[in-house]
């Protein structure tokens, strides 16, 4: 019965729903964010963020405060409150929060890759990882040397192996970028060849990732269909747009890197064509200045020090529709946008906090407020 | 009782602390509970307050208190609560409390970690001990070093490979072994297997005994692995492999001699180990009896401390820096004990300059102060659920304590349920000092106290995951709606605030075993007097589990009647009986049977001599349990009784207005609202409660066949009209209504436009006298108020004159005209609803004599089926049956919701009459001792 779904929503799923929403009302202020950024130190800061909903999340901490320790705490109350929800959620609802955990998987597994490829000890690593991303077998991706053994005998197991599956065997030359960068890798072992191998791995893998969960959201139907069809809609053109601007003085033909675009956005199919056709960032602007939201997008970035990258416009964007998402009900849309704003506010936090011991105080106010 | 009638005298006053003397004199404070201190800085942000670097301190202490006690709970001691309450440390004392605190943190941690890296050792060893004993039965075989994997790689390869390099690599298996985790078991071996393409074989064997995880401190059990494998290239890959799954490897000795030293060397070592380790933990056991001795008190001690900070945060400097200013609201009986603590305090803290406390006037609302016993305490909350009294207000608590239980009674009216229930309370009020139950009720209120202090203010939907937060978002949409009629919900939601005093209202939703049982415990006084006028009523009612008592005889006589009707013989034409006489099933007696069979029912007629001989000298009589008239009899009896009941309470709610309006110094409300309220209420339904009781009177039963209706005269006093069929009550019955109804309407636009009219008269003339109000101190900061002395007064007028400026006066007088034209619609619908509304009292107490009539009948009549020794063994259990529902839909449910319908009518139809509550509790800053659980 799609389309019906707010008759049975609140059986299955009006228990998490309610929950998020509670945790939402948790979601920093602007007042909040004011306050913060008048700390002095990180002691302040941590006494500040008593008062809020993260109570004394830094209490039982030891020995002098450091910005990692934060930036894991923040983590790991996001993934109890995360595994909260999984542990708490019946089907369709758990597929979809798994769909969430699967790009923090993909952003894990090409973490390690590129690190391994620098000779990185794994217990470097995995401290990076994201939490959310986490899995069993995760670690043992350093031990991979090629790709086909890496997808035989790592990611066969895991959740990712339907994406990976398509980015090995149906897209033969990714294979065969991906084969001839790592050659290279190994004979000139530049560095900043690893970086692209990242991405274009990691752009081939959630592209397929962003097309699933197109398909799984458009599925749902309803409201879910609805709240999340422009945010992944964006997610997609996002990509494009990076994929555009990081290829630029790259050896990625044009027509490798129009294959790399995700299908799913609004930008399908002539804005891709023309973005594939883009020699430099004026012209992706011009790509942009056909849609109306992007071209919002890029006329709010700027080129001096103060002001915001692209990046931060991107963010924005994201956050405003995933605030939207909120003014709904009876949808899937508010545990994806609630994963997204925490991570967000995450950010906001550290890196404020990055600007206060760093003492970098004329940057300290380009966080990007929620609420 | 005094102290209930109205909230006490509240003033604004300011603590002038000298800066030395500040810290001993709010401890002193806090141990007295006497103020309630206001936020000077509320723009001040928490970390830029004064005493930030204090707080910050009591910070790390209690940081290293957690980790003590984290540590003892680890060691599975208890730590006992603090025996007595110790004073807030001065400054050195708390720095000796640091330092103390800090070094046995110090030492438990190092010898923890001690204890943590030997048994870590430990652990190895016996592994290592393991591993190497489950080895042996698959290296240990009779063939020279054949394992299972040779002959399948051999006959893979034989042909493709060169002997003599088979002869090399035969020398060379070689063995990983080590443990892993249970859980990782299938992934390792699926993951071993794909990396190495199956080059390999591996064995897992789960070790004998469980052993402690160190990541999670559980006990499991460990599963040892055993990897035999050839060439060097697969060893690393499977080492790697073991790596990324944390696995323990140890070596693996190649040759059986080897082995066995090595696990005698282990023998050993583990021996050596053991005596160490044991003496270390019987060092720390020596530094954890250290810790369970100090730590309780330091506890309360810091926190003490801390929240004293935390109150001198709150307060300002003055310009000298010298002096602390802090403002309160203090009763003013408490000013002299607050002059008391501060002289202690600064002497205390040896300070030369004295401390002192003076008034200062305010036009803000003070808070509301009640003082409360433990009997009274219940009441009080029952009203404060509603909205705390406005300052100074009439306070409906006192009324409440009689009113409540006797209204509860009425539709509770049964002698064997109000006596349970009055036992039940009785026992809670007779053992409320017992530890057991005194344990209980704190246990529960120390959650409270966490509730109140995790959610604040809108973060209500936030936190507590296992509380009803679903619940609280929906309330948040508006789907819940606070109202009136549907208590049924509201209560439930407002339970924790009703009982628990201080629960959050998202609280009150998760309830567990101990919060209902607080909820009885704290309101054992209201059910005693539940219970006891339930006994009464029930009485009244002659009901006793829905069986009538005979206390006194019947004042009907079924003989006389008998005698004089010669129901033996003669036949009467069976007449339908009037409904105010007894209509019985005949009684069985043999010499009437013919007339008996042929009439199935008879009527005793009053107005025979010698059938009725008076009223019964309490209560119903008896007989009426034996009439098939019974509940038309009841119906009518307990109709008008609600009805005349409500409106007494509704009439004396009106009337306690007086105290407000003479209080508030406004005296033009009790003739224009007051007044016309009265007339309105007392010339409709005070003519009819007139009208039961003329016609009770003036009527007796012999001629009760043409007694007039009073519902048809009423429905006439408003047409207008008379009916000729319904004969008048008394001569000049219809102008006396005409008289009335035209006094009551008249009343109307009195009430209506009467103040309004009033305040703007007043106002115009107060303006053209004195242009200038004389509320312009007040406006200033109250900081400089100091000019202060006969503040009491000023504060009145000021609240009554409410400061006016001339741009608000017109939105005003609009805001006052409809403010007035709600409350009369209000009150004038309401009269009419509230009236219906007290219908609940006859509908609630009918639905409860029925229903424990059905029980009995359904129930507990079948155990009297045979009256032999057999019939005994079926009463048992048939009375357990009766006994469980007697008490669990009887006392516990209908119980609830005679509460509910009671706590409705006082809300609703009592205290809209007179009471605003719209004020807000004084808390005082105290040490209580709940707070430190």
């Not at chain 1, 269909?225 to 630029?248: Q, V, W, Y």
């Not at chain 2, 939601?493 to 629960?503: I, L, Q, T």
């Not at chain 2, 119903?620 to 008008?640: E, G, Q, R, V, Y």
Request: aromatic share 12%; with cysteine; net charge negative.
């Amino acid at each position: 019965m799609p389309g019906y779904s707010e008759f049975y929503f609140n059986v299955d799923h009006g228990y998490l729903e309610g929950l998020v929403r509670g945790f939402k009302a948790g979601i920093l202020t602007s007042a909040d964010y004011i306050n913060l950024a008048q700390c002095e130190t990180l002691e302040d800061l941590k006494l500040h963020l008593q008062t809020t909903d993260y109570g004394n999340f830094l209490a039982n901490e030891t020995g002098p405060l450091t910005i990692s320790t934060i930036d894991d705490k923040l983590k790991a109350k996001l993934l109890t409150e995360f595994h909260y929800f999984r542990n708490h959620a019946f089907e369709p609802l758990a597929t979809f929060l798994n769909f969430i955990t699967y790009s923090y998987m993909i952003d894990n597994v090409i973490l390690l890759i590129t690190g391994t490829l620098h000779q990185r000890p794994i217990a470097e690593l995995v401290p990076k990882c994201h939490p959310l991303g986490s899995f069993e077998q995760m670690e043992a991706v350093s031990i991979a040397s090629n790709p086909t053994e890496l997808f035989n005998a790592i990611l066969v197991d895991t959740p990712l192996a339907a994406f990976f599956q398509d980015c090995l065997s149906e897209n033969d030359l990714d294979e065969m970028n991906i084969e001839i960068m790592r050659n290279k890798l190994y004979k000139a072992s530049s560095c900043n060849i690893t970086i692209i191998l990242g991405v274009f791995q990691s752009v081939s893998e959630k592209e397929s990732y962003l097309e699933a969960f197109y398909k799984f959201c458009e599925k749902q139907g309803g409201t879910t269909a609805e709240i999340m069809r422009p945010i992944l809609e964006f997610e997609a053109d996002r990509r494009a747009f990076i994929i555009t601007i990081n290829s630029f003085g790259t050896e990625l033909s044009k027509d490798d890197r129009e294959k790399l675009y995700p299908t799913c956005g609004k930008l399908h199919p002539e804005g891709l064509h023309l973005l594939a056709n883009a020699d430099d960032y004026e012209q992706v602007k011009c790509v942009a200045d056909y849609y109306a939201e992007y071209k919002a997008v890029f006329e709010g970035v700027g080129s001096g020090t103060g002001e915001k990258t692209l990046e931060d416009a991107f963010f924005e964007h994201e956050v405003k529709l995933n605030v939207l998402a909120f003014n709904n009900q009876f949808h899937f849309g508010v545990f994806y946008a609630y994963v997204k704003l925490k991570e967000q506010e995450c950010r906001n936090i550290v890196w404020i906090a990055e600007c206060i011991s760093q003492r970098h105080r004329t940057k300290i106010n380009n966080y990007i407020p929620i609420f | 009782m005094g102290a209930l009638f109205r909230s006490e005298e509240i003033g604004l006053a300011q603590l002038f602390l000298h800066s030395a003397a500040a810290y001993s004199c709010v401890s002193e404070l806090g141990e007295r509970g006497l103020l309630e201190f206001r936020d000077l800085n509320p723009k001040v942000s928490a970390f830029q307050r004064r005493f930030v670097g204090e707080v910050r301190r009591c910070e790390e202490m209690e940081k290293t208190f957690t980790f003590l006690q984290q540590e003892l709970r680890g060691a599975g001691r208890v730590l006992g609560p603090c025996p007595e309450s110790p004073r807030a440390p001065l400054a050195r004392e708390a720095l000796r409390v640091q330092e103390q605190s800090e070094q046995l943190a110090q030492e438990l941690r190092e010898v923890s970690h001690n204890r943590a890296s030997l048994r870590g050792r430990l652990r190895e060893l016996r592994q290592y001990l393991h591993v190497l004993r489950e080895g042996q039965r698959f290296t240990s075989l009779p063939a020279p070093l054949g394992s299972p994997p040779r002959p399948r790689a051999l006959s893979e390869h034989e042909p493709i490979l060169d002997p003599s390099l088979h002869q090399h690599l035969d020398r060379k298996i070689n063995f990983v072994a080590g443990v892993i985790h249970p859980w990782r078991v299938s992934a390792f071996e699926r993951l071993l297997w794909r990396a190495c393409r199956g080059y390999l074989v591996a064995s897992f064997v789960e070790m004998p005994e469980p052993m402690e995880d160190p990541a999670t401190g559980e006990s499991i059990t460990w599963v040892i692995f055993l990897i035999s494998y050839w060439g060097e290239q697969i060893g690393q890959k499977i080492r790697k492999i073991s790596d990324c799954f944390h696995c323990h490897v140890y070596p693996y000795p190649e040759s059986e001699a080897s082995r066995a030293d090595t696990m005698s060397g282990l023998h050993s070592q583990i021996q050596d180990l053991s005596v160490v380790l044991e003496e270390t933990e019987q060092y720390l056991a020596q530094v954890l009896d250290k810790v369970v001795l100090a730590l309780p008190t330091w506890r309360v001690q810091i926190q003490k401390m801390k929240a004293i900070y935390l109150i001198l945060n709150q307060c300002s400097f003055d310009v000298t820096e010298k002096c602390l200013i802090a403002e309160v609201w203090c009763p003013v009986r408490d000013l002299t004990q607050v002059q008391d603590a501060l002289r202690q305090g600064s002497y205390k803290s040896g300070s030369s300059v004295e401390c002192f406390v003076q008034r200062i006037p305010t036009s803000e609302s003070p808070p509301t102060l009640i003082r409360t016993n433990k009997f009274t305490a219940g009441f009080q909350s029952i009203v404060d659920a509603y909205g705390v009294a406005s300052y100074q207000e009439v306070n409906p608590a006192p009324y409440a304590i009689i009113t409540f239980p006797f209204i509860f009674a009425i539709m509770f009216g049964d002698v064997g349920h109000g006596l349970l229930m009055f036992l039940f309370a009785l026992w809670m009020v007779l053992y409320e000092n017992s530890p057991s139950l005194q344990q209980a009720s704190n246990e529960v209120r120390g959650t409270w106290c966490g509730a109140r202090l995790g959610g604040v203010g809108p973060g209500l939907e936030v936190w507590d995951m296992a509380g009803g937060m679903g619940w609280a978002w929906w309330r948040g949409m508006g789907l819940v709606v606070w109202d009136g009629d549907s208590m049924g919900q509201g209560w439930w939601c407002g339970r924790g605030s009703v009982w628990g005093r201080g629960g959050g209202v998202g609280r009150g939703s998760h309830v567990c075993p101990h919060q209902i049982w607080l909820t009885f415990f704290e309101g054992r006084y209201l059910i005693l007097l539940m219970g006891a006028f339930s006994i009464y009523t029930g009485f009244i009612y002659n009901e006793c589990f829905s069986k009538a008592t005979v206390i006194f005889p019947s004042a009907w006589s079924v003989a006389t009647m008998a005698n004089h009707s010669s129901w033996r013989w003669d036949s009467q034409p069976p007449c339908d009986p009037p409904r105010s006489l007894p209509a019985l099933t005949p009684p069985r007696s043999a010499h009437s049977s013919d007339y008996l069979a042929t009439h199935p029912s008879l009527t005793l007629d009053p107005n025979v001599t010698g059938v009725f001989q008076g009223p019964y000298p309490f209560g119903i009589d008896p007989i009426w349990s034996l009439a098939t008239n019974h509940l038309n009899f009841l119906n009518s009896f307990k109709m008008k009784m609600s009805v005349v009941l409500g409106i007494v309470h509704m009439g004396f709610g009106v009337l306690l207005g007086v105290f407000n309006h003479v209080h508030f110094q406004q005296r033009h409300r009790l003739v224009l609202e007051l007044l016309p309220e009265m007339v309105f209420l007392l010339a409709l339904f005070g003519y009819l409660v007139f009208l039961i009781f003329y016609k009770w009177v003036k009527f007796s039963a012999a001629d009760s066949l043409v007694a007039p209706s009073i519902l048809i005269h009423f429905i006439d006093m408003f047409l207008f009209t008379s009916n000729a069929g319904n004969l008048p009550l008394y001569r000049g019955q219809v102008p006396v209504q005409t008289v009335l109804v035209a006094l009551a309407l008249a009343s109307v636009p009195v009430l209506l436009l009467g103040t309004p009219l009033y305040l703007c008269c007043r106002r115009r003339a107060s303006r053209t006298s004195r242009p200038a109000p004389v509320a312009a101190a007040e406006q200033e900061p109250l900081l400089e108020g100091q000019e202060a002395g006969n503040s009491v007064n000023a504060t009145k007028e000021d609240v009554e004159s409410g400061g006016p400026s001339p741009d608000a006066e017109h939105s005003d007088f609009a805001e006052i005209f409809m403010h007035q034209a709600i409350h009369t619609i209000e009150y004038c619908l309401g009269c009419v609803s509230n009236t219906a509304s007290y219908l609940r009292l006859w509908a609630l107490s009918l639905a409860h004599a029925q229903l424990s009539e059905v029980l009995w009948t359904m129930v507990m009549r079948n155990g009297f089926v045979r009256l032999s020794y057999a019939g005994g063994v079926v009463l048992v259990p048939v009375f357990a049956a009766f006994a469980v529902l007697t008490v669990a839909i009887l006392l516990v449910m209908e119980g609830l919701s005679a509460f509910l319908h009671a706590l409705r009518l006082h809300w609703v139809e009592f205290q809209n009459k007179f009471y605003v509550g719209a004020g807000y509790k004084l808390c005082p800053f105290a040490f209580a001792p709940d707070a430190w659980e």
